[in-house]
């Protein structure tokens, strides 16, 4: 750390479990120690079970701890959090590019950038919305210069690929790579269906016959070089290098593969939990009932090459996977009889694993059997039973005189042949494949350019390390070279377009460690040459160690550790990997005795003689392009050739990096580096430890270092400006004179230390700012000073106006309190007034009302006599007045009984008169209009009418009669009631 710490800033801590902690510095002692506390969780948990130390106690606790400040890493600020390219981070250290992955792994941001390399990280789940159509469209729509407008994907790699290829003509070639399980199979799929896809959208059609070769040959190498491991399900055992070709317009063409690093040591041993090839298991559970008698194939189970580990893969139909391998020969152009070839060769293989070797008193091999797996593998082969049987018994050894004579083999050496048998048929059928598939698609007539998908192992180090790991580190050293090489050019091209001095910028390159293995490699050649039978394994290899140390012993990237002198140490660019020389000699000869070959020669099989053929005339893995078919384990089957120099593993496999390099040089990389975040395979589990080592050992922190050594930061001016004007406010329209206020601001971001140190912080380009690791944090906090000054004023006036603000409510309310409590008081003694009033009122109705009654009283007395006087005197009235109105009312009612009955009489008398002449009219009329039926049924009308008015107006001559005598019954009574009354007040007033 350059710049001193400050209390408040985040820190990293280093942690064995998790990778490192989050902390922040709470005081700071003389410069050399520091208090941290743990704030966050660490990048890296999850995965793996941490080492739990007094001091990582402590942090856990929440506790503060006193630390060293060399131990720790300076955190960028939060703004800085989730970037999509991390060299866009202003601390560029391990702790922080650790920490971006992982957050945005959270949020389920799998692709980050890292200058020219993708990361990808395994989810471990599908994510069909990643790469949907949609997606697809949005990537190839994607214009020049809006690269960075769109997040990291690998369809944005693809897509600027294909943009060079076709606007540049100049070839591609994308470099994908990672540990087992790391996704690389899928991220080659999914560039190859890209590529594919761009060019059917770009000429608005279906998908061309070669297009579908391409996506169907990718699954069909997967079932011959995949396989089940404990860290994969589906691992690729082989490197291959995809090459899509395209014509000048841009169309795909044709398209081939080469393959290296086959691993076929594990078609005859797997480990525990592991499977062998896939197109194992799918031939056996795949072919009817007529191909499994024809091929004398039992179920994985029962069969010895099989079933050493696993058997099954959760989740997955091997029958239906053989199926779609079928259909995928088909499509890419193989015929009925090469694939019925094709699954004699499989069956051969398994059938070879079912022969056991007994052996003699003296441990050497006697026969071969039992018979019928003999058998089997005889029809297989097409070969005769004595001549395989001794072939894997006795060989034929060559004597300086030039005269052969026959030796027995041990029991271990007739497995070992018998083992190397296998490994070569299944070499030699892979490669046959390959060329098959490459025969069908290839156009290299049509070519103009290419693009190349290179999918291969990446670096490698375990508790022990052999041949293979070797093998894969030094291809793994000579491509992080071609990446350092590519970056610096990249660096150079740009500090050159922006006119900033790059001479002083320093990139380290791992030319020592390629050469200390190239001139081990050639040590290992010599020994295969020379003294292949000179001394026992162990001998050798302990020869081959102390050849190799005494050779490179004072070269810096190599190192002997004392305590194990069977082994040694090579300083790799991703770290230090200790060897074990064991079985180098015998994995780099990869031998094959004649007695094999002689056997293979004489086969019935034209199928299976044309594919050692190949081999024995000279079309080894060159001839089908492969960079190198070397795996160290792999190498079982190449064998010497008849020259007087036998050819070895090693010496094919740098022979066939130079052709790999030579491709990549002349065409423009990309790199996509693929992390496993867990071990478990479990979606959303990080193990930052685990992901910290994949990260080293894939060269993405060696990358973070060459930016370091430049200026890994760059911004355009007014970018820059933009954020940080607070700096140098009113000095410069950073609008008008970006450049100017940029160099203003960045020069008064500078402590003195920074100006007095030799360092170059920064350097101005023509359009933009070039920034050494650092410089960006401290601008974030000097904007942070700035701002928290700011922020405190503006807190200060922000404070007193909410105190005046609450000033004026308290006094409004004391005056709305005072104006409340005189309202209230003379609301209160209104209600007390109104109270009493309402009492005395109250008081003064209840004596008037005793004063009343009492009065009331004495005048009821006096008034009763009075009162009953009168009322008899009524009465009498009453009576006498009844009486006469009674004697009248007689009177009226006879005399008008008399008038009513008169007329009556009268009535009934007109009545009759008028019914006579309506009689008499009627009939003169029915006489004289008998023939006018509308004015006799008129007259009947008024007849009937006539008639009902006749009746109502004899009901209302009886309703008025009975009225008249009611009235006269009234009358009567009220006068016989007056008479009466008069009589008893007569009475009364006799009595009185």
Known sequence: MNDPLEVGERVWLLDGGEGYVLAQVCSLDGGTAEVARVITSAPGGGGSSPVITPERDALLANKTHSVQLDALLRANPKVLDGLDDMTGLSNLNDASVLYNVKWRFARELIYTYTGPILLAVNPYKSLPDLYNEEQLKIYASMATGRENTLPPHIYAVAQRAFRSLRDERKSQAMIVSGESGAGKTESTKFLCRYLTDACRQQRHGTRARIEEQIL?????LEAFGNAMTLRN????????????????????????????LLETSRVTQQVRGERNYHIFYQLCRGVDERERRDLKLDQPERMQYLCGGATTIPGVDDAAEFAQTVEAMRVVGLDEAEIHGVQRVLAAVIAMGQLEISADDAGNAREVG?????MNACWLLEVNVETLQKSLTTKLTRAGSGSTFETRLLAEQAIDARNALARFCYDRLFSWLVDRINSSMSNDAATATHVGILDIFGFEHFDRNGFEQLCINFTNERLQQHFVQHKFKLEQEEYEAEGVDWSRIDFRDNAECITLLERIFHTMNDSVTFRRRTARPGDTASLLRDEIVGQNGRHPSLSAPPRQPDKFVVHHYAGDVMYSPDDFMVKNADTLHEDLRRLISASRSEFLRGLFRRESSGEDDAGEGTPSRARASVAAGAGARRAKSAATITSKLQADLETLLT?????????????KPNSSKSAGEFDGAAVLHQLR???VLEAVRISQRGFPNRYLYPDLCSRYWQLVPGKFDWRKQPREAAQALLESSMDATAKASSTVSYALGRTKAFLRAGVIASL??????????????????????????????????????????????????????????????????????VVGRRTASRLRAKATAATRIAALWRQVRVQRAFQRQRKAVVTVQRRWRGVVARMFVQ???????????????????????WRANAQRAALVLQCAWRRKLAYRARRHALRELDNRRREAVVSLQMGVRTVLAQRRAQALRDEV
């Not at 169907?216 to 069909?220: D, F, K, S, V």
């Not at 700011?790 to 609450?806: E, I, M, N």
């Not at 005072?818 to 009492?839: I, N, Y």
């Open 697 to 699: 050992c894939l060269g």
């Open 233 to 260: 399900d589906n691992s690729s055992r082989f490197g291959k290098w995809i090459e899509i070709q395209y014509d000048a317009g841009g169309s795909i063409v044709g398209a081939s593969i080469r393959r290296f």
């Open 370 to 374: 039992p018979s019928h797996a003999l």
């Open 907 to 929: 009535r009934i008398r007109r009545q009759r008169r008028m019914i006579e002449a309506v009689q008499h009219a009627t009939r003169t009329w029915l006489a004289v209009r």
């Open 663 to 675: 491709k990549l040089r002349e065409a423009e990389p990309h790199f996509i580096r693929c992390i």
């Open 216 to 220: 169907r040959a990718n699954p069909l």
């Open 780 to 849: 974030e906090r000097a904007r942070e000073r700035v701002l928290g000054v700011r922020a405190t004023v503006l807190a200060a006036h922000w404070r007193g106006f909410l105190a005046r603000r609450a000033f004026l409510v308290l006094r409004a309310r004391h005056r709305a309190a005072l104006a409340c409590g005189a309202r209230w008081r003379a609301f209160v003694r209104r209600r007390a007034f109104v109270l009493l009033r309402l009492a005395a009122g109250l008081a003064q109705r209840h004596w008037r009302g």
